[in-house]
């Protein structure tokens, strides 16, 4: 079965570089969340995507910014990168509607390191 | 916003014991309370999940529970066995799209 498709699954960039990270959620799952975990720590919501819309905000920096295309890929953008931001950053996806469980859906996670 | 606090940090039981965690939330809006567990550097994966509608839910050696009136829920394993030793998370939201707060998640080691 087809699972949530992240890239790349390591990064490694200088501090007040820039990154980008894309996802690709399961078909016909019509919501994206974005989670940044960092070591030892448990996962933080960042952001998510209903629909191509932003429907919630959670603890994501300014330097963030995140959105879901036509063909319900998302990317997270951050700029301006500091040390603290290397973490593990997971997507996550679930279909809402429908008949199913609308169980979440994880990414195996890309990989940031800042230096 | 929602606050999950997460008890005990690590918990260590011998092989074939229960394991118990709970989790405490703020937020009487959230309904939709899920367990995960992870490996580590691996992703978070479901194993149980409970809505506020329902009281207890288990799945073969895995059961959760949930008091909507304290606020809390727990996770209960039973029977334990080497291959559950990881970190677990419990979670708690609105629902919809709404994100989930997790709590800072459980140790479990389980000894031979």
């Known amino acids: 079965a087809a699972g ?6 390591h990064l490694i960039k200088e ?3 820039t990154a980008t990270l894309k996802c690709y959620p399961i078909p016909r799952h019509d919501t994206v969340y974005w989670y940044q975990q960092g070591p030892g720590q448990d996962p ?3 952001i998510s995507f209903y629909e191509k819309m932003q429907s919630d905000k959670g603890s994501i920096p300014d330097r963030f ?4 295309f036509s063909d319900y890929h998302s990317e997270l953008n951050m700029s301006s990168l500091e040390l603290g931001d290397s973490a593990l950053y ?4 679930r279909q809402l509607g429908g008949s199913n469980t609308g169980e979440l859906f994880f990414g195996e996670g890309s990989r940031l390191t800042v230096l | 916003g929602e606050n999950v606090e997460q008890h005990p940090s690590t918990l260590s039981v011998q092989e074939g014991d229960s394991a118990v965690i709970k989790c405490t939330y703020s937020d009487s809006a959230s ?3 899920p367990w995960y567990k992870q490996e580590l550097g691996k992703r978070p994966q479901l ?18 529970t949930l008091n909507k009136t304290a606020k809390h829920f727990s996770l ?14 419990c979670a708690a939201s609105e629902g919809g799209a709404d994100g989930l707060t997790f709590g800072k998640g459980t140790h479990l080691i389980i000894q031979p």
Do not use: M, W
């Open chain 1, 15 to 17: 501090k007040r570089e």
């Open chain 1, 65 to 68: 910014s995140a959105q879901q």
């Open chain 2, 76 to 89: 209960h394993i039973t029977e334990t066995q080497p291959e559950d030793s990881a970190v677990y998370f």
């Open chain 2, 47 to 64: 194993i149980i999940d409970i809505r506020s509608n329902v009281g207890e839910k288990k799945d073969q050696r895995i059961a959760v």
């Open chain 1, 4 to 9: 949530v498709i992240q890239s790349p699954r």
């Open chain 1, 90 to 93: 997971f997507c996550a996806s």
């Open chain 2, 31 to 33: 309904n939709y309370f």
């Open chain 1, 44 to 46: 933080q919501f960042l």
